[in-house]
Nanobody
Framework: QLQLVESGGALVQPGDSLRLSCAASGFTLEDYTVGWFRQAPGKEREGVACLRNSDNETYITGAVKGRFTMPRDDAKNTVYLQMDSLKPEDTGTYLC?????????????????????????WGQGTQVTVSS
């Protein structure tokens, strides 16, 4: 059974850093495209970063570009979301999802297109709150 578990969320101050983890079990994460999404109260779920497994091409949404990265550790079957210079508008529940790997779909479409709705599975989410 495919399972994803997110962790690392916390209450932090503006300007702080956090590293979220998305750990997979029941399957090999490097065989899948992985995406980080976030949802704030009253807002639609937003694709933050998506990593295509075939070549590690990564899409980062404009609101976090230059502040967030998406490293991976295949030995730990885990993908991370490194978040630096956090802002209050980064507050939300962060979830990871996976799609069967293919080199024919650019990662931007997993984060922003209808493809995002067809994830193989999602984690339960981890809460990030940025507040002074």
């Amino acid at each position: 059974q495919l399972q994803l578990v997110e962790s690392g969320g916390a209450l932090v101050q503006p300007g702080d850093s956090l590293r979220l983890s998305c750990a997979a079990s029941g399957f090999t994460l490097e065989d899948y495209t992985v995406g980080w999404f976030r949802q704030a109260p009253g807002k639609e779920r937003e694709g933050v970063a998506c990593l295509r497994n075939s070549d590690n091409e990564t899409y980062i949404t404009g609101a976090v570009k230059g502040r967030f990265t998406m490293p991976r550790d295949d030995a730990k079957n885990t993908v991370y979301l490194q978040m630096d210079s956090l802002k209050p508008e980064d507050t939300g529940t962060y979830l990871c999802g996976v799609w069967p790997g293919t080199p024919f779909i650019a990662p931007v479409y997993y984060c922003t297109g209808h493809v995002s709705q067809n994830a193989e599975t999602w984690g339960q989410g981890t809460q990030v709150t940025v507040s002074s």
